[in-house]
Nanobody
Framework: QVQLVESGGGLVQPGDSLRLSCAASRRSVFTAAMAWFRQAPGKERDFVAAMYWSGGSTAYADSVKGRFTISRDNAKNTVYLQMNSLKPEDTAVYYC???????????????WGLGTQVTVSR
């Protein structure tokens, strides 16, 4: 079993930045891919970004390209989501996910954190 714990959410103003963290209890072949999703009230859980612990390519939703960056610290078993130029439409609960391979739907991932709230408002 793998535990994922998100942190770093909060209330910010439009144009501000936040960095989310996701600490994994361990890494394995079953958690080779790490991703961030988000879910706004009344909406589905949407893909935000993904990458492998081994590095290489990253993937982003079109709505966050150029503003969000996913990165990792293998020594700390931690994945980050740097969010810049935040907009009110970025408001959502952000979830960290892990799976053996990456994908852009929530069904592609087997392990989930409990989420961290990000609110962008004046």
């Amino acid at each position: 079993q793998v535990q994922l714990v998100e942190s770093g959410g909060g209330l910010v103003q439009p144009g501000d930045s936040l960095r989310l963290s996701c600490a994994a209890s361990r890494r394995s072949v079953f958690t080779a891919a790490m991703a961030w999703f988000r879910q706004a009230p009344g909406k589905e859980r949407d893909f935000v970004a993904a990458m492998y612990w081994s590095g290489g390519s990253t993937a982003y939703a079109d709505s966050v390209k150029g503003r969000f960056t996913i990165s990792r610290d293998n020594a700390k078993n931690t994945v980050y989501l740097q969010m810049n130029s935040l907009k009110p439409e970025d408001t959502a609960v952000y979830y960290c996910a892990a799976g053996s391979t990456w994908g852009i739907t929530y069904r592609d991932y087997d392990y989930w954190g409990l989420g961290t709230q990000v609110t962008v408002s004046r």
